[in-house]
């Protein structure tokens, strides 16, 4: 992987070939997408490239955008990987010993809002074909402040991903067991050959004619030549020379199966040669296991019908065998030796795929091989796995002190010779299972394609590390799933989500109490008993002074807002119960709904009441309220607007209704001791409250919050008004047709200063 801020490198990576070869040249374009905060893996921005075969280079160029000139430049970080989504981990938490991420580790870099004109991307030569995922996210601030939204600039951070990518066309294609002849007109030929065989070893054969100074090249094939698989060759790949050879040969052991290997080959010396032109021959051995796999995919409930009789074997060899193996030369002498080869079927389960071997009901047995391992394969589905997680498990219990070794490998069995686990040092996974008999092993968004699982099994003796016989017929179970869930459901101290984006079923988990990580078992900072009841406890018995202002507000018959109260004691309750604790009466955001809109509603109706209009203009304020209240809490609930619109229309019926009593009786109202001791000490309460909530941070909310439902609470009991004294009947009919009459009787109305108990 490389970066650059232009795209002269990426030009260069493919002159290499173009010169010779016909070359398309393509983009995939992204809307822009909002980029998040890392909170889980669920807030991340993802997307889906899709690259062809024969692709010389791919450049992924992102261009940054800000919600406004104002907003601070953010470093955005970026994660690409082939096959399937990347895994990340910002915030360096630590992961169970069964959870794997080896396949799901990308490409990684940091680019800045700040640095846009310098149009950074991340160039990858030669990428294999298939889909690509790149995400994206933000790192949390290190006080990660709640931020109520409409207060101030808000600013949004967007990335606009753009894949350029050369397709080399028309690449000749080589025969087997041909002489393929080329008369090259130019210093570079690209070619290809698709395979035919798993593990497999490939030879291929070299032989140059021509004239050179009036002389044939005898025992000279002036020729560099470079291959690779599932790719187009880079310059730093191993390459063989041919200088000094009249034929030579290119071995690639343990071949990838079906799949496409491409020769990239160069002409060693400047000088012309007449007439040149070198002839390859391409050879393989090993083992066909065609005839010995099975490929059916069929319903779990159907699973009992299907039964395949006999047992599998290995290997078996195509007509060509018999026919040229007397024509092979040097090392290639037939047909390999092959470790056993389980082709496996699905089963579809609720939340899984499993893969299972049908032979004679057998499931989820394998025999264990005593002088090496043996391998199964399974496909990974691009659009029904892709996203989920891959799980092994074995249970080897049956047999005297276990140890199991096994990898990996995409595209070709991981085995030498058929007795030798053949892996990168790294990919190799070992455990002893002397203990319990049992292991299990999670490997999550594990890329799309064919894999290939070799395992060994070993028996030891408990009085020394020499390894033994596993017994008559020793056999283990093992099973292999593919879940779209999260790891564990995420344990007991988080919650799975689900996230459809980019074609995908994105499977997350959210984690409580402190924990963190991808599984929710990181316990870093995981709450104690003592912080979490304290936490719990304040955020819902401090509810309590609402069930106070209810019955303050039905001593003085003002019953409507008593029944707000109460509702807003209720809903908040179990709201942050469920929030704090994960004990839920009732779905997430149906609590989080009623508890908005019930404090709201509150608000909204004790202003009402202060304003003291006559019963008709009353309960039209409320039904109207009500209804917009509803509809704001609902449409965006975080919004500032969703508390100041309620909030700014009760003071302005407050203000009119106040103001023409003033105007009527020519003196301040309510009077002073009411405003001195009432109104003026229940706004500052009401106002502390606001200041407490514009201080929250994730870190202080149940404290904060808390002393906002105390504060609060606490106001009303200043700002409520008294009982209503006895006013005069109205008939309905009169009022709606002479709205002003009954304004003006209302007016008129005799309010005298009152007590704080007794409202008289």
Known sequence: M??????????????IVAESTDVSHREEVYHPSTVSKYGNYGSISLFRFNIPEAVSAAFWNFTMMKSDDTCGNQDIHISIHAGGPPIVNPDNTSLPESVDVRYATGINLTINTGDAELTPGVSV????????????YRLKDDVDKIEQKGIGVDCHYQLQPQLLYHQVLDIPVLSELTDNVYSPADELTLLRYHTKFSSSVMSFSFYCSGTLDNKPLAGNCPLNVTVSADRLPLLDDTTESCLSQDRCSLVVSDALKQSWYYLLVQKSILDPIDGFNFTIRVEEEGCDYSRAS??????????????????????????????????????FRGVATCAPLYTLVTL????????????????????????????????????QDVGGFLAVGVDATSLPN???????????????????????????????????GKDHWYFPNIPAGTWYLGLEVKCYNASDQDP??????????MAITVNDQCIDNCGSNGQCYIKSVAGLQLYYCKCYYGYAGLTCSDDTAAWSRAYFLTRVLLLTLSNAIFLVAAIFAFYRHHFAESVAFVATMIFSTLYHACDSSRVCVMDYDTLQFCDFYASFLSILLVLIAMAKLNP????????????????????????LWAVLVPLIAGLIVVAISWGGRMYHRKELYPSKKRWFFFIVPGALLALVGLVFTALETEENYYI????????????????LPPRPKEEKHHEPERELLDVSTSLRDYLDADTEPYSFMTGE
């Open 2 to 15: 490389m970066m650059f801020s232009t795209r002269l490198v990426f030009l260069c990576v493919v002159s």
């Open 348 to 383: 579809h389960t609720s939340g899984a795929r499993r893969f299972v071997k049908l032979v004679e009901n057998d499931t989820d047995i394998y025999p264990v091989e005593r002088n090496g391992p043996f391998v199964v394969t399974f496909d990974i589905d691009p659009v």
């Open 616 to 639: 008709t203009l009353r309960s039209t304020a409320h039904i109207t309220g009500a209804f917009f209240v509803a509809f704001s809490a609902k449409y965006d609930r975080f919004s």
């Open 704 to 719: 904060t919050h808390s002393l906002w439902h105390l504060f609060i609470g606490a106001s009303v009991l200043f700002l």
């Open 294 to 331: 099975v490929s059916i995919d069929i319903a779990a409930e159907d699973a009992g019908n299907y039964y395949l009789k006999g047992e599998l074997t290995w290997p078996l060899m195509n007509g060509w065998y018999q026919e040229d193996i007397a024509h092979r030369e040097g090392s």
């Open 125 to 136: 030569p030669s990428p294999r074909a298939g889909d690509w995922f790149v995400i994206a």
């Open 468 to 477: 033994f016989s596993c017994g008559e017929d020793p056999e283990i179970v």
């Open 402 to 436: 276990p140890a199991v070794t096994f990898c990996m490998k995409k595209d070709g069995p991981p085995v030498e010779d058929g007795v030798i686990l053949r892996c990168d040092e790294s990919d190799i996974i070992e455990s002893n299972l002397t203990s319990s």
